[in-house]
């Protein structure tokens, strides 16, 4: 990551920390009326995709949270990496890890999906902070399941999500079996309000020291994945920061943190499953949810 890039991030997310507890704020018109037809709206985008879709919409300036099947459990699939980054940065914090810190690739830890990690096996390997990079960045499962064993598996995750003020979020395998997305299993599963809560505490919140959060933020506003869902239904002079997943059944999931000018920030997050419409469409899905959150936000 360059350099000029990592420094802007700083220097924007120092600005974005703000207190969990917010004054709530007088709804706008256009707000009052977005209200009027927005689960008839949620509803229509669920139709048109079929499937299960789950939407939730937190305005950090007053607090509301708004969406779509806000408590019921989806699959996380790679929507859990932002959330392992997230722990190694707490746990370098804490004094615990070194991004410097290298960990040898071995060829048999490679599954699918390792684009990176598998261009670093044998020789000294990656550091953490590379690790971290390509998990966040390109999903990298192999990276993402190198971090998981540097700091006890996915129950770790599990345990990170409660610090962070998320009671529903559970990670119980690590990739590839993780992404099985089988209708009424709890494992491997998060709900939207509950990823929003997470997010709002690790990106806009004190849970990380000012260098770590700002060096969160700015990988996940370089996330390669994610281009054609949230990040496509939001206004391109709004700042995004996210992270995508996909696993089986047409599981299509996005969580962000977006920053219009001149407005508290919001969390979207977006989790599709059980849908047998192709990926174009599932993304469009995903794209119509940050449209939805950009009106809310007028």
């Known amino acids: 990551m360059q350099r000029r890039q990592f420094n802007s991030a700083l220097a924007l997310s120092l600005g974005t920390a703000m207190p969990f507890a917010c004054a709530a704020m007088p709804a706008t018109a256009a707000q009052k009326n977005w209200?009027?037809?927005?689960?008839?709206?949620?509803?229509?985008?669920?139709?048109?995709?079929?499937?299960?879709?789950?939407?939730?919409?937190?305005?950090?300036?007053?607090?509301?949270?708004?969406?779509?099947?806000?408590?019921?459990?989806?699959?996380?699939?790679?929507?859990?990496?932002?959330?392992?980054?997230?722990?190694?940065?707490?746990?370098?914090?804490?004094?615990?890890?070194?991004?410097?810190?290298?960990?040898?690739?071995?060829?048999?830890?490679?599954i699918a999906n390792s684009p990176v990690s598998e261009q670093h096996v044998g020789g000294d390997g990656m550091s953490i902070a590379e690790l971290c990079e390509a998990t966040v960045l390109v999903s990298d499962n192999a990276a993402a399941n190198l971090l998981l064993a540097s700091f006890g598996g996915p129950p770790a995750i599990t345990r990170h999500a409660r610090s962070l003020g998320d009671t529903k979020t559970r990670l119980d395998r690590t990739e590839p079996a993780l992404n099985e997305a089988r209708p009424g299993d709890p494992r491997d599963t998060t709900t939207p309000r509950s990823m929003a809560t997470a997010l709002r505490s690790a990106l806009l919140g004190t849970a990380l020291s000012d260098a770590s959060r700002a060096r969160l933020v700015a990988w996940m506003e370089a996330v390669r994945t994610g281009t054609d869902r949230l990040r496509a239904g939001l206004p391109p002079d709004w700042r995004v920061a996210d992270k995508t997943g996909t696993g089986a059944r047409g599981s299509t999931n996005d969580v962000a943190v977006a920053w219009p000018p001149n407005r508290a920030p919001l969390v979207i997050t977006a989790y599709l499953t059980d849908s047998k419409a192709d990926a174009k469409r599932r993304n469009a899905a995903l794209a119509a949810v940050a449209r939805e959150a950009a009106t809310r936000a007028a």
């Open 35 to 110: 209200e009027q037809g927005a689960d008839a709206r949620w509803a229509a985008i669920e139709a048109d995709v079929g499937g299960r879709l789950g939407a939730a919409v937190l305005d950090t300036g007053s607090g509301r949270v708004d969406g779509h099947r806000l408590d019921e459990r989806f699959p996380m699939c790679s929507t859990f990496k932002w959330l392992a980054a997230s722990l190694v940065l707490q746990r370098v914090d804490a004094g615990l890890e070194r991004l410097d810190r290298r960990i040898v690739v071995r060829r048999e830890v490679l």
